[in-house]
């Protein structure tokens, strides 16, 4: 067996909050905590791919899952190196046989809902057709009760300071990972990364989101082969329609006791209500 | 003296909400209004630029803002026409000589925190040291709480689907244009063209958003040279040096009575407090 292989990686994060002055209505003046945002360039073979603006929390997953996301690399194993460097904000990657038709493939470019990545959409939107999400897994309603309280209760940089994005990969009521960063998509991206490196499988996982579901998250979920997305606001029409083309069991509005269940609903079993009348 | 002049332009927004099925935690299936998303690419002089996901409130000046913002268009005079044609889900723009080296200028690409748009952020950076912001300009307490109490009483697509973000330019206590889409960037930048279409001047306005206060915005809003920038969100680390740095009256947290204000104090103007004791 043996471990499985690793690219060879830095664990560079960065501090994730720092205290600013404010004056409030009464004028006074305070301390505020509020999130960290830096540029960070993704080089890959020496070349200059793009420029991250992120919280700094897990850069090199942040690194990895954007170029899995990307369509760009097609496993861990073709990465050779992750080196982070804050001094030149800069996180360079190495990789086997470099990436085929760069040039082509960074041609296109979309701005995606909440935070364009340059996705190339067109051919994403190819793929979905040949996305399958697994019909075998269910999550009982007591479960996705228990997850929404231990997310409710992990310990939070939006907390301490607000203007951040969450994102956690969850079995069952347990939560595997939280990564929250200043763009939403850098947070699903690091998870994506995370995943690789950590060979993860989507296909009995819940992705929880504190974003909207547009059509963006819901095709990264469904790149990730993770069935459930859960999220506590709202959805776009075209995170609805591609959700419900997928069959992705995909939960908003999940504040407190209350959701709304909108596709996939076979996944979800409710449990039994006991009438209080 | 004659009517400024206007580029040749369509006026082709879409629906805003549209009605999906969803079961709630009481079991019970029914309608619920969620937001549009649409795809737009814009092409400029038949060139393929770039895809804007978007809620399809204002696609004209969404399109002429975003080749503002991006800086590719000088004036509003270099546009002679906008069109948008929603069957092929495209906005064609034509301009009187072109954009010069527009390969050049689209090869470097920022994922801008909220929502990259392939922001050429070095040479963003490197402007800012040129913006000059107005400092014989100020907002009164009073005012901004009447404002404040406007911009809550404007009807919105986020209260009655949610996902969206807006965006207002303000004068005083007066909402002169509010922006609502499924990306803050794109409210940000609908603003930036409408107000070029009316030839309207930032330096004694406020610009509101419900979004977080990133480097972006505050970019954005010192681009259009406003002095103003008020969220009822937080804020991140490199928002607020800039902000710092070019002396930009922000303010964060706005909800109810309660503000931070965080930098550019010298154009705020607080109220006598009357004690209660």
């Known amino acids: 067996m043996g471990t499985p292989y690793r690219p060879k990686i830095t664990h560079a994060s960065r501090p994730l909050t720092f205290a600013v002055r404010s004056m409030n209505e009464h004028g006074e003046w305070s301390d505020t905590q509020i999130a960290g945002e830096h540029p960070l360039t993704l080089y890959v073979d020496k070349r200059e791919i793009v420029t991250l603006m992120t919280l700094g929390a897990r850069p090199e997953a942040l690194a990895i ?11 861990i194993e073709e990465i050779t190196a992750v080196q982070v460097d804050w001094e030149t904000e800069a996180v360079a990657v190495s990789t086997r046989r470099g990436i085929q038709d760069l040039d082509g493939r960074m041609k296109k470019r979309t701005v995606t809902t909440g ?32 997850l929404m ?13 607000g ?7 969850c079995k069952g009521s347990e939560i595997l990972m939280f990564v929250e960063d200043v763009g939403r998509h850098n947070a699903v991206d690091a998870i994506a990364g995370q995943m690789w490196l950590d060979r993860i499988e989507g296909r009995d996982k819940i992705f929880y ?12 979920c469904a790149q990730m ?6 999220s506590r606001s ?21 504040a407190g006791k209350h959701y709304l269940l909108f596709t996939g609903e076979s996944r979800f079993i409710k449990s039994k209500q006991t009438s209080l009348t």
């Open 163 to 169: 203007a951040v994005h969450g994102c956690a990969l």
């Open 234 to 254: 709202g959805l776009t029409q075209m995170g609805y329609e591609i959700a419900k083309k997928i069959g992705l069991t995909m939960i908003g509005r999940a």
């Open 65 to 75: 899952g954007y170029l899995r996301n990307q369509r760009l690399v097609k496993s």
């Open 209 to 220: 989101t504190t974003g909207r579901l547009t059509s963006e998250m819901v095709i990264k």
């Open 149 to 161: 309280d231990n997310v409710r209760r992990h310990d939070t940089v939006y907390k301490t300071a």
């Open 225 to 230: 082969e993770i069935p459930f997305l859960v």
């Open 115 to 146: 935070c364009g990545q340059g996705t190339i959409f067109g051919e994403l939107m190819d793929e979905i057709d040949k996305l399958e999400l697994p019909t075998d897994v269910y999550l009982g309603e007591e479960i996705y009760y228990a």
